[in-house]
């Protein structure tokens, strides 16, 4: 160290990282939820881990993957982004596909989308090879090994110069013939149809593209050349593209029960059980239609071969998903709550892994630093960080720096939150819950922050609540709180 104990060092072995999924001697503590997963996992039960954000629940599952990869094909999926029952459905089916057979990790982007289209079905047959069914023909499409790598190489050319496409009468790979500037389909035997671009004539009138009508409001279309669709002043949007979207997005029932079945069906072929990870389980919230949700309840009660571990933030999700009368799953799944650390366990992880990165912390300034971020792993594991770099057998100094670092390298998103906040009111609950802590409903606390009554106060806890930024009154972010703190004295 230098001149202040502010100052930091560059170190390239720290051995302390945060944002990222963390496993094997990384991991911290967390034993006793792992052993909840497994055991309900090994009953044939399913099971939901849930907690506020950043509590590690990926890693959990990532360690719990790796723990128990020999005895599970474990199947993880986040679920972020996913806004319809067709994106679903593909990214099931691809997952699950990739988890089960190994030489298919390096097929190419056109078999991917080949084996995720909603308009084909999927099924795996008696001897094990992986069989495609359009759903307009009979004939099915076999991917031996041989094939697939043939499928590879040929389309492995079309990656570099031609866009993918696939066969609309087959649901085959077409391939692109330079000679002809056409697309040939090997299973028909024919060249597929071209494409119509829209024509246009050079001259006084540029250019001309045929009259469309908005579906929507029934105003003409203008043809944005950069993206080839049309768009709708009035209505702001490309609504033959959200048609287009709509149509082929929405599979049947039938697709979505075949989908949702074939973890069991590899399962079964394959004699090991599997492990369906969803993470971020409560995207599904958005969806318009609950239809989905029944299905995968029906289909997933029938399944004696996959065991399914559900995960999702905040307490809503959990009574959303898991608790109403009303709910989906309500009664079905095992709950796993994650909260923060353990003191033993937070402490003893610092220690260790000061130790692993050669130096050393003892464990007075192992406890400050668990106090001081509320036991919250990312936010300790982010101020371990900075406090490795400031020195490698700190003390009660350097830990102040160090929160101090993390502080400032959140500025910018506390700012973005603060500045979201408009409500005056808001603002003086979050400055006095902030500087005192759990005091929020006292008479004195609601006078000395103009908090007006009780009820105001109560109302601006659900809201901030509801937002994720406090539970109960309480700020869930212990580093914000210091950045408050700064607020409120400056």
């Known amino acids: 160290m230098t001149n202040s104990v502010y100052s930091r060092k560059v170190e390239f072995d720290n051995p302390f990282s945060y944002g990222t999924l963390v496993t094997g001697a990384e991991f911290a503590g967390r034993e006793r939820e792992i052993a909840e997963l497994y055991i309900a996992m090994r009953s044939g039960k399913c099971a939901v881990l849930h907690s506020e954000k950043k ?3 990926s890693s959990i599952l990532a360690e719990l993957a790796e723990r128990y990869g020999h005895e599970f094909v474990f199947v993880k999926m986040s679920l972020r982004g996913i806004s319809d029952e067709g994106k679903f459905i593909e990214l099931l089916t691809r ?25 084909l079905r999927l099924a795996v047959l008696e001897d094990g090879t992986l069989g495609i069914v359009s759903k307009s023909e009979t004939q099915a499409i076999v991917l031996s090994p041989r094939s697939q790598s043939i499928v590879a190489s040929q389309q492995s050319e079309d990656i570099n110069s031609k866009e993918i496409r696939i066969c609309s009468k087959c649901g085959g790979p077409l391939k692109w013939i330079e000679k002809y500037h056409r697309y040939y389909c090997y299973v028909c035997k024919k060249y597929a149809p071209q494409r119509r671009v829209p024509k246009y004539k050079v001259g006084p009138s540029s250019f001309t593209f045929p009259r469309r009508l908005c579906p929507e409001c029934g105003n003409d279309l203008t043809y944005i050349e950069k ?8 209505c702001s949007k490309y609504p033959l593209m959200e048609q287009k979207t709509r149509r082929h997005a929405k599979p049947d029932q039938e697709e979505i029960d075949e989908a949702l079945d074939l973890p069991e069906k590899i399962a079964m072929q ?20 609950k239809g989905l949700l029944d299905s995968m309840r029906a289909r997933f009660e029938l399944h004696t071969n996959v065991a399914y571990v559900f995960s999702g933030t905040g307490g809503s999700f959990l009574e959303a998903f898991f608790v109403r009368k009303d709910s989906p799953f309500r009664r079905f799944a095992h709950p796993v709550a994650l909260g923060p650390l353990a003191e033993p366990e937070a402490e003893d992880y610092l220690v260790r892994r000061f130790r692993t990165g050669g130096g050393k912390l003892a464990p007075v300034w192992a406890r400050r630093v668990v106090e001081l971020t509320g036991g919250h792993p990312y936010y300790f594991q982010m101020v371990a960080h900075e406090l490795f770099h400031i020195s490698k057998t700190p003390d009660g100094r350097h830990i102040d720096a160090a929160a101090r670092f993390a502080v400032m390298r959140n ?10 906040i408009r409500s005056p009111l808001h603002r003086r609950f979050l400055l006095g819950a902030a500087m005192e802590p759990n005091v929020s409903h006292s008479s ?23 937002r994720g930024i406090t539970r109960e009154g309480e700020i869930l972010d212990p580093l914000f709180v210091f950045w408050l703190r700064d607020i409120a004295s400056a």
Request: charged share 35%.
């Open 227 to 234: 993206f080839g669709e049309y768009y709708c002043d009035q």
């Open 55 to 57: 509590m590690g629940k």
């Open 270 to 289: 394959k004699k090991k059980r599997f492990a369906i990870i969803l993470d971020d389980f409560q995207e599904l919230l958005s969806f318009e239609s």
């Open 444 to 466: 004195s606390f609601i006078r000395r922050y103009g908090l007006r009554s009780r009820s105001h106060v109560q109302r601006i806890e659900k809201q901030l609540d509801k």
């Open 411 to 420: 500025s910018s998103a506390y700012s973005a939150v603060w500045d979201s």
């Open 95 to 119: 997952e699950v596909l990739k988890a089960s057979f190994e030489e298919m990790e390096e097929l190419v982007p056109a078999i991917w989308e080949l084996l995720s289209s909603a308009r």
